[in-house]
């Protein structure tokens, strides 16, 4: 156990004891958090008030994710997003809750909360994954409203790249912030949702990792749940997140986990990756961390308490 985690559970042991109600005895010890891909302290401060205000712990992660899919300046995620290479917003997302329940929407455009779409997917369809034209006219059977997504910056820049078209699908660390978002309950269950607009300037039609559940998002309440963000195309050829998930039950840390499945990734590739891949996790006791391949990554983790940001160990360093 880390300093971090011995002070905090001295500090709950010290809060038992010195309560004398009866009642305090048998409620569970509030233990809740949520940590979240990149800088995103301030969705995972609103997730954890949703939830203290006692809303559902995946209601509270959509509510999370929907403050960065609603920031015309996070071009990676939502309204605002970089287009396709057709100049069109495409988004990906996805939700998974304690009970292996999924939802995910997957190339759809013109609707702004794609991460609360693949929620409804999960709670009000047979299907886990919904795409395209389907995702939309689902979309408004549901009463969302269409939303024109390409903002007067992500066009003036669209139309910059026009002019060389350069194809190069490599994320550095600064062209990318998908939100994948992470929670435990107080009573211990898991769930957890990530939404993109996927890589700036794609082939129209490409569908990354995140909204695809096992590689950019896993969740399994009887061990942990991971998330992913980073090129796609190496994380879903890899199930990045299941694969974390299964390192976990073998007893390794988040952070060891997240670590052992990017040396994977690696290894297959002939020379030194030019591209960035991160991975979040948290696990059935309350332990959480993550590892990228690049540095510069980071997460954002809230509690009751403190919201903070946590820098992750890496491979490699950019040059
Ligand atoms: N994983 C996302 C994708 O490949 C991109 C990202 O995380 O920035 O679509």
Redesign the pocket.
Known sequence: MNRRGFIGKLSTVTAVAAAVNLEDYTKPTPKSFFIA?WNNQEAVKTAQNYYSESLPLLDSIVKGINTVEDNPLDQ?VGYGGRPDREGKVTL?ACVMDHEGNAGSVVFLQNIKYAISLAHDVLKYTPHVILAGEGARQFALSRGYSETQMLTDLSKKQYETWLKEKEYKPI?NIE????I?MLGLSDDGRLSGGCS????SY?MHG?????PIIGA?LYVDNEVGACV??????K??TSLSAFLVVEFIRQGLSPSAACKKALERIIQKEVAKPDFQ??LIAIDKKGGHGGYSIFNGFQYAHADQKNTSLYECDYFYKYE
């Open positions: 891909t990676s990906d994320i062209n990318h912030d998908t994948g993109t607009s996927g890589l794609k490409r569908v990354g990792d995140s950019g992913a963000t980073g090129l796609g195309e994380v879903l891949v991160g």
